[in-house]
């Protein structure tokens, strides 16, 4: 049987919004039964500009975009201009209207979708329902079934986005305080988690700056709060005295790295893996830390979870690395995450920067110094065995395959509904540091390196730890601040097949 598989581009300035049109009927979808994945460019301007969504939908499961339209849905004549060029052969193209909500109406029609069901999610969204239900009836009347849609159950799914999954994990594990100053793409998780604050008692602050952020938590961490921070990597950047404090004074801090392009502003609001060298190395003098990568909303959960229970019970600063592509993108997920309990393990005490004696006191002697960082490279193989209980890589594909595509983040995605019918298997690395051993997954083995930056972040990694090279003809790059396509990566990866 042939699968379906939908592509529906959005888009129009800002203010248009695109956003609730492609968010309305992707929740729709998504209850009908059917798997839906959206992604969001957006320029760094309030109005105007050129802002577009893409929706894939299908009836199995599905985790990114194609380079190819089915639907293009123009809020104005850029649009058309920019991206009728994707249009399949035979392809829609609906414009001339000046509502978003005519168009949400004129789709469930095509797609051959009940009005009630639209009518329903017009409720939830609350906002000026009259005004939307009267457009959304003229888009309904004014076209036709044209789309037969694949015939699916509805399913116990959820909707949502990697931002949201940091959110719910730390909620889940107890957060206590956040803090934060907003920079694209971090800024949603202060949203989220300020508008919970009341229902978790928890506090959400903005300060001045980074520096500033940082040297809070470190303060709230110290007395035995929960503590965490949201940055991107200009942010972390201010950030690394801070994380060396933590490093010394032994606290426990988790802190969210949202990655966009670099170095400097970069593109603010695109997306990009190049921070992967920071999150492993900022920070002077040698202290371990813990690095995690989530692939996907509920590996987000998880990971910001372990995050917790890794930073209290080892007093260590644990950093998750995500980007934009993966925070603010929907994804339809099935399985519930796999919450860890983590106590407060944080103590009053004396803390400060200094190396210190047993009673917390500033020390120079050079046997207490050697007694500490032998007691840190002690901490560290601890983390490294602890870090054995949590699945810290996946893989996925045909086991034994003698092809292995390598990634870590965001890509995951992409890369799982490109290999769905290709010979070769998928490892998916989730812990950065400590690394997992996976030698023996990959000697011998054809390795395919897939990342979002310039240089390979994760090779030389690899290498570090495994003493495994990846030739450079077989590392898929991808660094204009775009995520990766599926029809586009399948014929990247199928150029280096074995």
């Not at 051959?112 to 005004?131: C, N, P, V, W």
């Not at 060298?277 to 372990?306: C, M, W, Y």
């Not at 207490?368 to 949590?390: S, T």
Request: neutral net charge; contains cysteine.
């Amino acid at each position: 049987m042939h699968n379906m598989r939908l592509n529906i581009l959005f888009g129009g300035e800002a203010g248009q919004g695109p956003n609730i049109l492609t968010h309305v009927l992707g929740e729709a979808l998504m209850k009908q039964g059917y798997y839906v994945f959206y992604s969001r460019d957006y320029q760094s301007v309030i109005r105007g500009g050129h802002n577009f969504n893409v929706l894939t939908f299908s009836d199995i499961p599905v985790y990114s975009n194609d380079s190819q339209i089915d639907i293009l849905v123009a809020l104005d004549e850029n649009t058309e201009k920019i991206h009728k060029k994707d249009l399949k052969k035979g392809g829609l193209i609906l414009k001339g209207h000046p509502s978003n909500m005519y168009y949400a109406g004129k789709l469930f029609k095509i797609l051959g979708l009940d009005f009630k069901i639209l009518e329903i999610e017009l409720k939830e969204l609350g906002k000026r329902f009259d005004e939307n239900i009267k457009e959304s009836e003229k888009g309904y009347k004014d076209a036709e079934k044209s789309i037969e849609l694949v015939k699916v159950s509805s399913k116990k799914s959820y909707f949502t986005n990697g931002n949201q999954g940091i959110s719910q994990g730390a909620i889940k594990s107890g957060l206590d305080i956040y803090y934060a100053y907003p920079m694209t793409p971090a800024t949603p998780v202060i949203g989220e988690l300020a508008e919970k604050q009341e229902e978790n008692n928890i506090l959400v602050l903005q300060l001045e700056n980074e520096i500033a952020v940082i040297n809070a938590a470190v303060g709230s961490a110290s007395t035995g709060a929960k503590a965490m921070v949201g940055t991107s990597g200009g942010g972390f950047d201010l950030m690394t005295e801070g994380l060396s404090l933590t490093g010394m004074a032994e606290v426990g801090l988790v802190i969210y790295l949202s990655q966009r392009p670099g170095p400097a502003t970069g593109v603010a609001t695109y997306t990009g893996q190049g921070d992967l060298n920071i999150a492993r190395h900022s920070g002077h003098g040698e202290f371990p830390r813990l690095v995690l990568a989530p692939g996907d909303p509920k590996e987000s959960q998880e990971l910001t979870n372990q995050a917790f229970y890794f930073s209290q019970k080892f007093k260590i600063p644990s950093i998750i690395i995500s980007d934009k592509h993966l925070g603010e993108s929907f994804y339809t997920l099935n399985e519930n995450p796999v919450i860890t309990a983590s106590k407060k393990l944080i103590s009053f005490g004396r803390y400060n920067s200094y190396e210190k004696d047993a009673n917390g006191s500033a020390a120079e002697n050079a046997e207490i110094i050697q007694k500490n960082v032998e007691m840190r490279l002690r901490k560290a193989k601890e983390i490294e065995k602890e870090a054995g209980k949590f699945e810290q890589y996946k893989t996925y594909g045909k086991k034994n395959s003698k092809n292995v595509i390598v990634s870590w983040g965001s890509p995951k995605g992409a890369i799982l509904d490109s290999i769905k019918d290709l010979d070769c298997e998928f490892l998916q690395v989730l812990y950065i540091e400590p690394f997992p051993d996976l030698k023996k997954e990959m000697e011998g083995k054809n390795l395919i390196l897939i990342e979002n930056n310039s240089i390979g972040q994760l090779a030389p990694l690899i290498a570090e730890k495994t003493g495994i090279f990846i030739e450079d003809k077989n590392k898929i790059l991808r660094y204009d601040g775009r995520p990766f396509l599926c029809d586009e990566l399948k014929k990247e990866i199928e150029g280096r097949l074995r």
